[in-house]
């Protein structure tokens, strides 16, 4: 169940340049490079004619040649020479897709060309370039399926099994008060906890090991983005409860994802997990990025592990939801399989 008619992170922008990049989103295969202008080009990888992907040829100028028998792409895919004779057959054309560069990503739009509106980018990462902020920043190819990863941002209270060297305590699990909001266009939850222990992370960084009031803020936008608000004051004090989703208090940090599905099984995951720098000092940065990567390697152990099950055991519906039943804390993650559902069948109407 993969939509089509949206953005979606092809690459960081550091990643494309003039060497053809190859890769595979929802299970089309693309090659992105930049023209001579610098804008990020993206074009179907295989050659229109016998299929040599055209990120094993090379480019000249702004056009791409393909590696096998020459024939000579333009930007807009249409073929513009074929080695040995004059004229240029209609059917030598690959299809090209819009692309849209903005502060750090890559975007490309996976669906009809004709609706893809550069206002529907979403303004998602600004932290990234922001200089107040300290960003860990990769992507991991995820050989799990896309949802896992979103089910994941959207329950934390994982934190408490998969992170309690780090960034989760039982308190977590067991003592959050879940509201959860959902409209058109996003699911929200929200975490709070009062009075709670802090996790390992919070008393490293504010070295005080008393009590805490704690938030954590996980958004999903479709079709696949989550971005995430974890803050925490002193227990009792700091912040009024209605301005805490968009703050970290005294000390918490930003979590950014943006989730391309490569297949049906497996992800690119694009992420940014930031702290500001009046919470992540520059004696800290090293010790920070030690524990967000090790998070990750965490979280990732999860999905790959959930998918190899679900691969052996078909009946559990593919990556969808285990049949056998929910727990209190899947709320969100049923809403955003819901939405997907929802918009996948409006694509399939349209
Ligand atoms: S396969 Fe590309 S030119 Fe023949
Ligand atoms: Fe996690």
């Not at 340049?17 to 989103?25: E, I, K, M, Y």
């Not at 023209?35 to 055209?54: S, Y």
């Not at 408490?160 to 996003?186: K, P």
């Not at 979590?255 to 694009?270: D, G, R, S």
Request: aromatic share 10%; glycine share 10%.
């Amino acid at each position: 169940m993969l939509l089509r008619n949206h953005w979606y992170v092809a690459a960081w922008s550091e990643d494309v340049g003039r060497t053809p990049l190859g890769r595979v989103l929802l299970g089309e295969y693309v090659v992105l490079f930049r023209g001579l202008d610098g804008a990020p080009v993206a074009l179907e990888n295989r050659c229109a004619h016998r299929n040599l992907p055209l990120s094993e040829g090379r480019l000249d100028g702004d056009e791409i040649e393909c590696g096998y028998h020459g024939l000579v792409f333009g930007r807009d895919g249409v073929c513009t020479h074929v080695p040995g004779q004059a004229d240029v057959p209609g059917w030598a054309r690959v299809k090209s897709y819009p692309v849209v560069e903005r502060d750090r990503w890559v975007f490309v739009w996976m669906g009809a060309p004709q609706d893809a509106d550069p206002a529907l980018v979403p303004d998602y990462h600004a932290r990234l370039a922001d200089p107040d902020w300290y960003a860990v920043t990769g992507q991991t190819l995820v050989k799990g399926g896309y949802r896992l990863v979103l089910d994941n941002l959207l329950d934390l209270s994982h934190l408490t099994y998969v992170h309690s060297s780090t960034t989760g305590n039982r308190a977590l699990a067991e003592e959050a008060t879940l509201i959860t909001e959902e409209e058109d266009d996003f699911v929200r939850v929200t975490r709070w906890m009062e009075g709670i222990p802090p996790a390992p992370a919070f008393v490293q960084y504010t070295g005080d090991d008393g009590p805490i009031d704690r938030w954590q803020v996980s958004k999903f936008i479709p079709p696949a983005y989550i971005d995430i608000c974890n803050g925490s004051t002193v227990a009792g004090e700091g912040l009024p409860q209605e301005e805490r989703p968009a703050s970290q208090g005294r000390w918490g940090f930003v979590v950014y994802h943006a989730l391309t599905p490569e297949t049906e099984t497996t992800t690119h995951q694009f992420y940014a997990v930031a702290g500001h720098r009046s919470m992540v000092p520059a004696h800290m940065e090293a010790t920070f990025t030690e524990q967000m990567m090790g998070v990750l390697a965490e979280d990732l152990a999860v999905y790959e592990a959930q998918q190899r099950a679900i691969d052996l055991d078909p009946e559990t519906g593919g990556a969808d939801v285990n049949p056998r039943g929910t727990i209190a804390a899947d709320d969100a993650l049923l809403r955003m399989r819901r939405m997907i559902r929802r918009l996948y069948g409006e694509e399939r109407r349209a």
